[in-house]
């Protein structure tokens, strides 16, 4: 039932869409429903799903690469920060 998010990967560029759908007609749109958001400067997520259950994990993520940022003066590579929010996931299935 959620949102389709899709990416595409061209030799100039990087496009990331994420579609928007109305949970009802009769509830009021939220004002502030964003589906794509910036983790750092070099990495971008989109979500399909409840977006809230998914601020969490970004907001998780941003200070994982800002921590990284901080000691090491360099971005965070993404199969780190892939790593990271898989085992912070993994972890809840286990305990």
Do not use: W
């Amino acid at each position: 039932q959620a949102g389709a998010c899709v990416g595409l990967l061209a030799k100039d560029g990087v496009v990331i869409a994420a579609e928007k759908k109305a949970t009802s007609k009769l509830l009021a749109t939220p004002k502030a429903s964003e589906k794509l958001y910036m983790i750092d400067d070099h990495v971008a997520c989109a979500v399909a799903g409840l977006t809230s259950d998914a601020n969490v994990l970004i907001q998780y993520l941003r200070n994982v690469a800002h921590n990284y940022k901080l000691q090491y003066q360099e971005p965070q590579p993404i199969e780190q920060l892939i790593q990271r929010v898989c085992d912070l996931k993994q972890g809840y299935t286990q305990f």
